[in-house]
């Protein structure tokens, strides 16, 4: 079966700070990170199956295209940035790992980017907590495949917080 990504080249380009000049194959597998380490785990192992299968056979539409466009984009664009930004300077090749330098700008130290990856994880954040909401508030009703995982699937995550109640 064909991979589905739930976000194109061009929705990156479009919705984040990634420069519309970048090779698609510098960033793609970090979409796909994205999506596994972050989506999956807010939508589950069923729900997520369904609109990729719906992505591939070409048949997404109704509520769950209004999921993927409105919900899910916003979320997994950023988390993409996320799982990106950590490697955007950085390339691996056969003879090593090489960092980008360019005559006429400045490398960012490890202390601007990590500021990045924040600011990127918490508009992350704040796109899933709606995403979480909302299927909250929508499933079982259009949603039925967020309720409906078993055995070794993934379960939706509905901890929006993630840290210590005292």
Do not use: C
């Amino acid at each position: 079966m064909a991979e589905a990504l739930l976000i194109s080249r061009k929705d990156v380009v479009k919705f984040t700070s990634m420069n519309g000049n970048i090779d698609t194959d510098h960033f793609i597998q970090y979409v796909k990170i994205a999506q596994d380490k972050h989506i999956e785990n807010y939508l589950g192992s069923d729900l997520i199956n369904k609109i990729k299968a719906d992505i591939v056979a070409s048949s997404l539409s109704g509520d769950y295209l209004s999921l993927v466009n409105n919900e899910i984009k916003p979320a997994l664009l950023h988390w993409t940035m996320v799982e990106y930004l950590p490697f955007s300077n950085y390339t691996i090749a056969n003879k090593g790992v090489f960092k980008h330098t360019s005559e006429n700008s400045d490398s960012v130290s490890k202390e601007e980017i990590d500021y990045l990856i924040e600011k990127e994880r918490n508009t992350a954040q704040y796109y899933t907590d709606r995403l979480v909401d909302y299927l909250t508030f929508n499933a079982p009703s259009k949603f039925p495949e967020y309720y409906s995982n078993t055995n070794e699937d993934v379960y939706p995550d509905k901890d929006l917080f993630g840290g210590w109640i005292i």
